[in-house]
């Protein structure tokens, strides 16, 4: 879209929604918490003409907002700013906030001379689709996001808890896996999800119960432009959490809330079309296991799943989730149509053929697990690599678990990994690396409540 017909767009939408009073512009940090700027209605124009300025230690940011300054972003390079611009398409309401008076556009961030900032996790996903284009092949990608409804209320330990059912008023303490009846508990807050991204035209798919209580699941469409459905995800994160606060409960994304009980994940779905517009997985035959490039797919996953880890889970809680017995992938390992395996082909129509990807928490950055599950895509066509025999049954009897359930290990797998490195792109790497080395150093410097209880008094 050109400036002169994006400004023409939002000219319109001015006109459309004459109630709206300001815009948050947005922008995803490497944790995929979104920052910016929040400008008065008659500054719109102004943002889609020349851009807004932010520093690029945005990208240096830990989860608390911390500069970190082994990215090289910070005050070494004088904490100078860069040009961040719309992205088409995502100029829209936001109806949870301020009765609708409010509305959000997505930005990403430039270099001085216009090109792709490279510790943007968006640019980094679309320099990793640039070589698909080069191929001739369109990624196709859907994604599953789990999360869990709290109580804005801690327990009598300042812990989280689930929420009271609008319903019944009553704590949910079982797991329900889709349960319909929960789903009308709550169907106030599912239906204003959906009436919200109707608003801003997220493609959402199926809403479900998932396996603990206050969790549930929500569904994205697939989609041919995986920019798009990056923002969609990250959109719609924002979306859940604005309106189950409306709601009187808080959303988390959070891997693992609660130690006994199953985490959160974020499937992900992804097939490739070639030029003709035809399924490059789905196998003329209908063979189940589809094409020598799908396995060649599976095999690059496979191979670069232990060092994308740093990616997959990216904070110390996220290593909770890793536990036997509670529905995430522990060994890297894929099968037709088994939940019990990292890499799943589901059934379903041929023409449909596809991986989910079933290893990632929900508090990762979509981009970046987007860009890192395609950047292994390609290392296994690339490389015309073989998978291994698939898993037919349990897989977590077959296999030991050799996925780390270490933060520090899964960052100097990620540091040693020279094909990440090169497709994601060094800089970002570096970056990357940096921020997630700080922040757990930093954890490193709390004792927890556990350690006080086990350990004060007893060694």
């Known amino acids: 879209m050109t400036s002169a017909s994006a400004q023409a767009d939002a000219r319109s939408f001015l006109e459309y929604h004459p109630d709206i009073e300001s815009f948050d512009l947005l922008i995803s940090d490497l944790n995929g918490v979104l920052r910016g700027k929040r400008i ?11 851009g807004i300025n932010l520093p690029a ?24 700013d860069r040009v961040c611009r719309p992205i088409a398409g995502s100029l829209h309401p936001t109806p949870w906030l301020r009765e609708g008076r409010q509305a959000q556009l997505l930005m990403t961030m430039e270099e001085i001379d216009g090109s792709p900032f490279f510790a943007d996790p968006r640019q ?43 319903g019944t008023g009553e704590r949910a303490t079982q797991s329900q896996l889709y349960s319909i009846n929960e789903l009308d508990e709550y169907a106030d807050f599912l239906e204003e999800i959906q009436q919200a991204a109707a608003e801003q035209a997220l493609p959402l798919d199926t809403a479900l119960k998932e396996c603990a209580p206050g969790q549930f699941e929500i569904n994205l469409i697939h989609c041919n432009d995986a920019l798009r ?20 409960f808080e959303a988390t994304f959070m891997a693992k809330p609660y130690g006994d009980e199953a985490g959160s994940g974020a499937h992900v779905h992804i097939s ?81 053929r596809r991986i989910e990807h079933r290893v990632a928490g929900a508090d990762a950055n979509p981009y ?91 060694v």
Do not use: C
């Open 57 to 80: 230690s945005l990208f240096a940011l830990d989860i608390n907002g911390n500069t970190i300054e082994e990215t090289g972003l910070g005050l070494s390079s004088g904490d100078s």
């Open 229 to 248: 459905a990056g923002d969609s995800a990250v959109l719609l994160k924002r979306l859940i959490k604005g309106v189950a606060l409306n709601h009187g």
């Open 272 to 352: 490739l079309l070639d030029e003709t517009g035809n399924n490059v997985f789905a196998s003329t035959d209908e063979d189940p296991l589809g094409t020598p490039a799908l396995r060649q797919a599976i095999a690059g996953m496979l191979e670069l799943m232990p060092a994308s880890m740093a990616i997959f889970a990216p904070n110390l809680n996220s290593y909770r989730r890793f536990q036997a017995g509670l529905y995430v992938p522990m060994a890297p390992s894929w099968g037709y149509d088994n939940r019990s395996v990292a890499v799943r082909i589901p059934s379903g129509p041929n023409a449909a």
């Open 124 to 166: 980094v996903l679309r320099h990793v689709l640039e070589r698909f284009t080069a191929r001739g092949l369109t990624p196709v990608v859907a994604m599953e996001l789990e999360f869990y409804l709290v109580d804005r209320r801690r327990d009598d330990l300042g812990l989280a808890q689930p929420p009271r059912s609008p």
């Open 40 to 50: 008065p209605r008659d500054n719109l124009i102004k943002a889609y003409r020349n």
């Open 368 to 458: 970046l697990l987007l860009a890192t599950l395609l950047a292994s895509v390609l290392h296994g066509l690339s490389n015309e690599l073989m998978a291994p025999p698939p898993i037919e049954g349990n897989a977590y009897e077959q296999l030991e678990p050799t996925l780390t359930n270490s933060w520090q290990r899964a960052l100097d797998l990620f540091a040693e990994n020279d094909v990440l490195a090169e497709i994601l792109g060094r800089g970002f790497h570096h970056v990357f690396l940096a921020n997630r080395l700080a922040e757990r150093a930093e954890t490193m410097r709390t004792v927890s409540t556990l350690e006080y209880d086990w350990y004060l008094r007893h």
